[in-house]
């Protein structure tokens, strides 16, 4: 069984920061590709941030320059420094995961979702 748990959201400020972290536990033999996605209100899930097992990163054009996604695959976390943040940027912050993990007879890669975190910008 494997668990991604997200955590760091909040209330900020227009033009303050926060950083989100996603700790994945459970029978983990590698993290592949890593994401970030958001939901807001009334809206469709996007994605947000993408990084590969390899270190390569990957944003929506809405948060470049912002936004920073980032790894630690020894610790099996993944982070959202997030940045110059706006109004817009408000929505629940969910991390998704390629883990390779133990199927039900054969390992093998299966993805897996957070259960998301809030993030408030007031403007």
């Known amino acids: 069984q494997v668990q991604l748990v997200e955590s760091g959201g909040g209330l900020v400020q227009a033009g303050g920061s926060l950083r989100l972290s996603c700790a994945a536990s459970?029978?983990?033999?590698?993290?592949?590709?890593m994401n970030w996605y958001r939901q807001a209100p009334g809206k469709q899930r996007e994605l947000v941030a993408e990084?590969?097992?390899?270190?390569?990163?990957t944003y929506t054009d809405s948060v470049k320059g912002r936004f920073t996604i980032s790894r630690d695959n020894a610790k099996k976390l993944l982070y959202l420094q997030m940045n110059s943040l706006k109004p817009e940027d408000t929505a629940v912050y969910y991390c998704?995961?390629?883990?390779?993990?133990?199927?039900?007879?054969?390992?093998?890669?299966?993805?897996?979702w957070g259960q998301g975190t809030q993030v408030t910008v007031s403007s």
């Open positions: 990084i590969t097992s390899g270190g390569s990163t």
């Open positions: 459970g029978t983990i033999f590698s993290m592949g590709r």
């Open positions: 998704k995961g390629q883990i390779l993990t133990r199927g039900s007879s054969v390992i093998t890669w299966l993805d897996y």
